[in-house]
């Protein structure tokens, strides 16, 4: 499975922006999806992730009623909503697919796309 995030950029705190994931196999669908960010010198860290149905999600509390996941299985896509976004979000996000059950460790998933980088300014 090939991973393909998109829509990081610069936002002012307080705003929104939207990730998207696009994954190239037809068996996306069998896949759960994760979202992790890394910051300059700090361990990569889980946001939040998808079951690969999409009726499940689990979030990081860092995040928990600010971000959203959700996911299109017919598209291949995945995507992350992250509103009243605040400085400490500033990081490169990744989404990642691990198959069937999603994990908040980064080390159980078994494919990921290049980072975005999101910028948030004071």
């Known amino acids: 499975v090939q991973l393909q995030a998109s829509g990081g950029g610069l936002v002012q705190a307080g705003g929104f922006l939207t990730l998207s994931c696009a994954a190239s196999q037809r068996t996306f669908s069998s896949y759960a999806m994760g979202w992790f960010r890394q910051a300059p010198a700090k361990e990569r860290e889980f946001v939040g992730a998808?079951?690969?149905?999409?009726?499940?999600?689990y979030y990081a509390d860092s995040v928990k009623g600010r971000f959203t996941i959700s996911r299109d299985n017919t598209a291949n896509t995945a995507t992350l909503q992250m509103n009243n976004l605040e400085p400490e979000d500033t990081a490169a996000y990744y989404c990642?697919?691990?198959?069937?059950?999603?994990?908040?460790?980064?080390?159980?998933?078994?494919?990921w796309g290049e980072g975005t980088l999101v910028t948030v300014s004071s």
């Open positions: 998808i079951s690969w149905q999409g009726d499940s999600t």
């Open positions: 990642a697919a691990k198959y069937y059950e999603y994990s908040s460790n980064p080390d159980d998933y078994d494919y």
